[in-house]
């Protein structure tokens, strides 16, 4: 596993305001594990300003993550926006930060007279829709995702610089839904449940079937309760899983929606996945998140890793470029040894 420096901050803005808006959006609009690392954003500005309204703009399948931060006071769905007049608790929205850089919403953001929109220096089209800056490049920045996020709060005056350690305390997933009784008694309260989360919807590097059943041959069945975990589509292309280890897992591939699933990640004891979405969840809801990543900037740990006391990352100590432009196969990924996960997973088993 690598370790790496933490950074120095270099954000520049425009001039500071004076006046802090009554609320503010904050528009995230991609998948979930995007939309994870910038909830603490909506702590950061309600440590900041307590009264501040803060409304999460999102894709409507992300709205469970959303919802169940106690930091965002209102979900809005980004097709709404796009079509529609929206409020804050009836009130205008005064205010909006694009964590995201999308031409169209800002676009939209201008023609609803939204009277403070924040943006980045880097987008052309932000020279003509917004009118506060940051400058922030993340294409080349050492930063953390997180990290870069609340970067973008500088236009509003908050200049603190967050360890990582810090921003894993910040994602506030206080509002988890009770976990279902048909999902509860899946769990064994006498062994160590953990999920396996081999794909990633072809949205980033994979560890590979091969090392998740390396894996799950290491790990004692009496000391583990195994769940293999994805989408319905997924399952499929889970199969030589099963076919290869047989009863010592559990298929839970789309049987649950978004909401309870992080229910049961909550309930659970650990999460092994490479940068997807569940990692991040695993660890902003304390359990257990051990990620798998390649040694390939952006996508490195440096940049994507779970954030919280239960997080860990597993990357191999190397410097490579071999991979970079193919999602569909990644030989430094893949050499992440599964004993170090054994290893992880027993240490934590003590605990």
């Excluded at 076919?243 to 992080?262: H, P, Y």
């Excluded at 798998?292 to 952006?298: E, F, G, L, S, V």
């Amino acid at each position: 596993m690598c370790l790496y420096h933490q950074p120095v901050w270099q954000f520049k803005i425009s001039k500071p305001l004076t006046v802090t808006p009554p609320n503010i959006i904050i528009s995230r609009t991609d998948s979930i594990g995007d939309v994870v690392l910038t909830l603490p954003v909506a702590t950061v500005l309600k440590n900041h300003f307590p009264d501040i309204k803060i409304a999460f703009m999102g894709k409507a399948y992300t709205r469970p993550v959303i919802e169940a931060c106690t930091s965002v006071d209102v979900f809005i769905d980004v097709e709404d926006f796009m079509s529609r007049e929206v409020n804050i608790f009836g009130t205008k929205p005064a205010a909006i930060v694009h964590v995201l850089p999308n031409r169209k919403i800002a676009q939209r953001a201008k023609k609803l007279n939204i009277a403070l929109r924040i943006g980045t220096t880097n987008r052309i089209y932000h020279w003509f829709t917004c009118n506060k800056f940051v400058k922030l490049s993340r294409r080349k920045s050492e930063l953390h995702e997180a990290q870069l996020n609340i970067g973008l709060l500088r236009a509003l005056g908050i200049t603190q610089e967050y360890t990582l350690e810090e921003v894993g305390n910040l994602f506030a997933l206080n509002h988890v839904k009770p976990l279902p009784a048909k999902f509860a008694g899946l769990l064994d309260k006498d062994k160590f449940n953990l999920i396996l989360h081999p794909k990633s919807q072809g949205n980033g590097r994979e560890w590979g079937l091969e090392n998740f059943v390396k894996l799950v041959h290491l790990l004692e069945p009496e000391k583990f309760k195994l769940f293999i975990s994805g989408i319905e589509k997924e399952q499929p292309l889970l199969e030589p899983i099963f076919r290869e280890v047989g009863d010592k897992v559990i298929d839970i591939t789309g049987l649950m929606k978004l909401s309870e699933f992080m229910s049961f990640i909550a309930a659970s004891d650990g999460l092994i996945a490479s940068g997807t979405g569940p990692i991040h969840l695993a660890a902003a809801l304390r359990t257990n998140a051990f990620g798998i990543y390649p040694p390939i900037k952006p996508i490195h740990p440096g940049r994507w890793a779970p954030l919280g006391p239960t997080a860990r990352a597993f990357v191999v100590n190397k410097s490579c470029n071999d991979c970079k432009g193919n999602n569909s196969s990644c030989h430094c990924i893949g050499e992440v040894d599964p004993v170090w996960l054994r290893d992880a997973l027993y240490a934590a088993l003590k605990k």
